[in-house]
């Protein structure tokens, strides 16, 4: 019984490129939430989706940053253009939108040279 | 503004000996306080959820209790595997307190020496 798994564990990217960030929920669960950690700060909300919606972005920057949860396969956070700021920890979580427990997954630690 | 504020930032503790870790909030409404723990280059683990002042819940030597203004992580005769940063974070109801905006604090690193 697979948790929350997220790929690629690390990522280094030059300034300018596109980074993509992928998670696949646990088995069951059909709500992906996307958090980001930054050093010394606690984990802040971006994105919540569900299959082939998004819910609220509320927290997602508003330039560079999409994300999606297709129908088929794991949802996709895209940072496009990423600048040194962006290096942080990207965690997922998802929930099968009953209660209000969130399972995370390990991460993807983005490093922007 | 909804916020969360975690103390102290850093606790040492050798082993069996007992402490609290505090977790206060200010939230327009509270639709539910959760506990997880991090271990370094891990997810948050999840530990406890608590909905309403006076619940109370236990896990091994972990036990969460809740106010109407802060939380409280209580850890009772603690080991070294206890090492680790504890998250606390809030759920927030009305405006923009969609199902998946967790608002969480900074942490509290905890350190157990055996």
């Known amino acids: 019984n697979a948790g929350v798994m997220q790929n690629p564990r690390h990522l280094v990217r030059r300034r300018g490129q596109e980074a993509r960030l992928r998670c696949s929920p646990m088995k069951g669960h059909s709500h992906v939430y996307w958090y980001r950690q930054l050093p010394e700060e606690g984990l802040k909300f971006m994105v919540y989706?569900?299959?082939?919606?998004?819910?609220?972005e509320s927290g997602m920057p508003k330039e560079r940053f999409s994300a999606e949860f297709p129908k088929e396969g794991p949802s996709i956070l895209r940072i496009q253009q990423v600048v040194r700021g962006d290096s942080a920890a990207y965690f997922c979580a998802s929930s099968d939108g009953q209660g209000y427990g969130y399972t995370f997954g390990s991460g993807t630690r983005l490093t922007v040279v | 503004e909804d916020q969360v504020t975690q103390s102290p930032e850093a606790l040492r503790l050798q082993e069996g000996e007992s402490s609290s870790l505090n977790c206060s909030y200010t939230?327009?409404?509270?639709?539910?306080l959760f506990w997880y723990r991090q271990d370094p280059g891990k997810g948050p683990e999840f530990l406890f959820t608590?909905?309403?002042a006076g619940e109370e819940k236990e896990k091994e030597r972990l036990k969460a209790t809740l106010t109407k203004k802060e939380s409280f992580l209580h850890i009772t005769a603690p080991k070294p595997e206890d090492s680790a940063t504890y998250l606390c974070?809030?759920?927030?109801?009305?405006?923009?307190?969609?199902?998946?905006?967790?608002?969480f604090g900074k942490g509290t690193k905890l350190s157990v020496k055996p």
């Open positions: 989706l569900q299959k082939e919606n998004i819910i609220d």
């Open positions: 608590l909905y309403s």
């Open positions: 939230v327009s409404g509270l639709r539910g």
């Open positions: 974070a809030v759920q927030a109801t009305g405006w923009g307190g969609s199902q998946g905006n967790l608002i």
